[in-house]
């Protein structure tokens, strides 16, 4: 494992979000003819959860509030908070950027997500599982920090718009760091290729790309102890998806080169729809860190989800197990989604 001790310098740069944050509400504040009204909006989910391990009980897994809307015909924005139980029931500031729109090419500058994976561009409410595959929450550049960084990221249609990339420069520290430090920069790409096949089929082909030279960066994640990371740390991921208005099959791959040391993942998912309301789900989830111990045998899983009408709330049950030598770990979650807008 190419993972030592490095220095731990710290700069005197304050990060930009603090700064752009008033700015976006005092903005959305004072709408003018030529805007937007700004679109409120949120979820809240709520869930029992029992496994193997004896961790069991009600909790809130997710509850998020937004702030969007456009200021002109060139300008938006879009400020998030998410509510964390490790802060005492705070809110977290996830999202806070402002946009720019010229022809074809968009720009977005502030703390966002940098585009990397598919499944991490998939909005959480949207996905058909109770949880992101092992791999992406793992392995996305910015894992660590609530998958968000502090940057610019532009993107362009391309060939008709049949093709998607998008690229970023970002601080490579994460987001809502009090200070940034000398750890370089983050360079992210991403491309996307789709296309319709007829009888109501669109496949989607795509690959990430991450690099940056980290500097003392922890990777809880990967290495799950209190190593620091020092060299060059190289992620690229592929990925595809076939849609019908009935069903979808994607999958994803995603390595992270860390020096000499290599951490990879996998997972294919499948979800078919029974009627209006009603969606079957199945899935197989691989990921291998590098911890010095780790358990890289494959999570199999199902689930099914009810969305209630009105289209405001789902019920969403799901059952997982990893079949390891001398025995099964299981876990097995009851969750209920509700939206407000």
Request: charged share 20%; aromatic share 10%; net charge positive.
């Amino acid at each position: 494992m190419n993972a030592r001790r490095g220095p731990s310098r710290r700069g005197s740069t304050r990060p930009i979000f603090p700064t752009l944050l008033p700015v976006l509400l005092g903005l959305a504040a004072r709408p003018t003819a030529a805007q937007q009204a700004p679109e409120w909006g949120g979820y809240i989910q709520a869930r029992y959860t029992r496994t193997s391990a004896a961790d069991s009980g009600f909790s809130i897994r997710r509850a998020k509030l937004w702030l969007a809307g456009r200021l002109d015909q060139h300008f938006s924005y879009r400020v998030q908070a998410r509510f964390q139980n490790p802060v005492s029931g705070g809110l977290v500031l996830q999202d806070a950027w402002l946009g720019y729109r010229a022809g074809q090419l968009a720009l977005q500058v502030g703390q966002l997500v940098p585009a990397f994976s598919l499944q991490r561009s998939q909005a959480d409410y949207e996905i058909p599982v109770v949880e992101r595959a092992q791999v992406v929450d793992a392995l996305i550049p910015t894992a660590e920090t609530g998958a968000r960084d502090v940057g610019i990221q532009a993107g362009l249609p391309l060939a008709n718009g049949h093709l998607q990339a998008d690229a970023g420069l970002f601080n490579g520290t994460g987001g809502n760091q009090a200070q940034t430090r000398p750890h370089g920069y983050l360079l992210t790409q991403r491309t996307i290729a789709t296309g319709g096949l007829g009888h109501g089929l669109l496949a989607e082909v795509g690959y990430s790309f991450a690099l940056r030279q980290a500097q003392a960066l922890c990777y809880k994640r990967i290495f799950q102890d209190t190593a620091r990371f020092t060299g060059r740390d190289l992620r690229w991921g592929a990925d595809a998806r076939l849609a019908h208005p009935r069903w979808e099959i994607q999958a994803e791959y995603i390595e992270a080169d860390l020096g000499a040391s290599r951490a990879w993942g996998w997972y294919t998912l499948a979800a078919y729809r029974v009627g209006r309301a009603d969606q079957l789900v199945a899935l197989v989830d691989r990921y291998h860190d590098l911890a010095r111990a780790p358990d890289d045998r494959p999570w199999l899983g199902t689930g099914w989800n009810h969305d209630i009408p009105g289209d405001r709330a789902r019920l969403m049950f799901a059952g997982r197990a990893r079949f390891d030598p001398g025995s099964t770990a299981y876990a097995a979650v009851a969750q209920l989604q509700l939206m407000f807008r």
